[in-house]
């Protein structure tokens, strides 16, 4: 029997034809849509033929229920994601992998990267959400583009099951900070304002003799035979069996920004399994990497054209990954920014033994990726699902 004469509706979908046999009973064929070949498949012949016909007929069987909805969920994706690309396809594992309204996954999305102080130009701070917003302006106004992989393959979105280690991590940095009471006396008394400092000498709290301590022990410091280590404890604790009362605080400095890594091990079931993840590792692979060149960067400036194009390199894209539920992100998961993707480890050798087959592409394949978040995360974020 033919193939269907018309091309696919979505990637993996399965179509049937029945065809009355003589002496009765009926024939039945099972077509799947391939997006990255363009083309109808069947069962190929072998051991685990039926293993694909059963499969086959239970995607079809979900079709026609309604539960298998690809289609509609990457048309559905762009919520609160990056806008999709003009061109390219989705990659994804498990390749036949069914995504309904309840389906848990991550969805991956690229950008060129935005140099953050270029979107400063014309802007003015007029208020706190102003401020706020042109913070972020290099991340909001990110936009998705396909990765070009080797093949020809074009990738604007990837689909991988949820990661089994997932955790989300924040950081803030404290430091205890130890004041005398001449120093905590002198930051007292300025308020904040250091224009306020010289009022300090004329405080009694500021206690001036500990300060003519401290010149005694800059004095005894270049005595031979001290050391030239002496400290002020070590006058007061030599002499009067005391020392300066430390006054610890712990005081904030700054937030970190987030780390997080995925661990995704894939194994294929299929020939276009295999070059699937191989588009997937790709993918990333070139995503994380900069550009020879300046790729358009520099077109109009004079400055910069006078160096030279080729003294620059371009600066790797960023990626914008989601957790998702269906098409829509998972609000019971903290989400992040786009970030940069600082490491890509492919490990063809997951079981500690190489091992591939005839064409040579690896029996298994774990990617692990690593990424840091472009922007900190404030209060505020929080409500917005980061």
Known sequence: MATPGTAGTFDGEVKKYTKPERGGGVKVTYYQWNASQNKWETPQAGLNRMDQVNQMAADFNAQQNGTFTSQEIDDEVSSGQLAAAGDGTVARWPSNQKIDGTSHYVLFQFGEYIAPFAALNGKRHTSEKDAYQIYNQSTSELKAKSIKTSGGKSVNSIYLPMPQDLSVEQKGNWQGKKFTRVGAAAIAASSGNLSNLGN????????????KDAITAGILNKIPGVGGNVTFNDITGST???????????????????????????????????????????????????????????????????????????????????????????????????????????????????????????????????????????????????
């Open 200 to 211: 300090v000498a004329n405080n009694p709290i500021g206690n001036l003799s500990s300060i």
């Open 240 to 386: 009067k069996g005391i020392v300066m009362n430390p006054n610890a605080e712990l005081l904030y400095d700054s937030p970190d920004l987030r780390d997080i890594s995925m661990v995704f091990k894939m194994v294929p079931q299929s020939d276009t399994e295999a070059k699937d993840i191989r588009t997937i590792v790709e993918a990333f692979r070139i995503a994380s990497l900069p550009q020879y060149g300046a790729r358009g960067r520099i077109s109009g400036d004079a400055d910069y054209q006078n160096i030279g194009a080729s003294n620059f390199i371009t600066v790797p894209d960023l990626c914008k990954f989601t957790f998702m539920v269906g098409a829509k992100s998972n609000t019971w998961i903290a989400q992040y920014k786009p970030c940069g993707i600082t490491q890509v480890q492919v490990n063809y050798t997951p079981d500690g033994t190489y091992a591939a087959h005839t064409d040579g592409s690896p029996v298994a394949t774990e990617l692990t990726i690593k990424f840091t978040e472009t922007k900190l995360i404030f209060q505020q974020d929080i409500s917005k699902g980061f």
